[in-house]
């Protein structure tokens, strides 16, 4: 099976930017719809950002709409968040999750669908 790790992760003033990235081994990479989540200390895990496995396709919470972007690189094993116009309620783990509910197509906000996930990489935003 597909094994992820996030990186990018950091420190960030308000209205700052950063690019988290998901890397991932195996070749069934392609086979997953893709998703960001975000935990915050004491909260549940919530869902960011999803994309389809050809990429053509992306769903995101409404927290980060107009703000964050999803992509990925099936060439490189690699999907991507792109995280814009920061806001400190933006703080929180980041984890990068291979969609395997395979009843699914894979725009899924659901924690539940998702069955292999990373490590996680923190994100702090200041005020």
């Known amino acids: 099976q597909v094994q992820l790790v996030e990186s990018g992760g950091g420190l960030v003033q308000a209205g700052g930017s950063l690019r988290l990235s998901c890397a991932a081994s195996?070749?069934?990479?392609?086979?997953?719809?893709m998703g960001w989540f975000r935990q915050a200390p004491g909260k549940e895990r919530e869902f960011v950002a999803a994309?389809?496995?050809?990429?053509?396709?992306?769903y995101y919470a409404d927290s980060v709409k107009g703000r964050f972007t999803i992509s990925r690189d099936n060439a490189k094993n690699a999907v991507y968040l792109q995280m814009n116009i920061l806001k400190p309620e933006d703080t929180a783990v980041y984890y990068c999750?291979?969609?395997?509910?395979?009843?699914?197509?894979?725009?899924?906000?659901?924690?539940?669908?998702?069955?292999?996930w990373g490590q996680g990489t923190q994100v702090t935003v200041s005020s």
């Open positions: 999750a291979a969609h395997t509910f395979q009843l699914r197509t894979g725009l899924s906000g659901s924690r539940h669908e998702y069955g292999i």
């Open positions: 195996g070749r069934t990479f392609s086979s997953y719809g």
């Open positions: 994309i389809v496995r050809s990429g053509t396709s992306t």
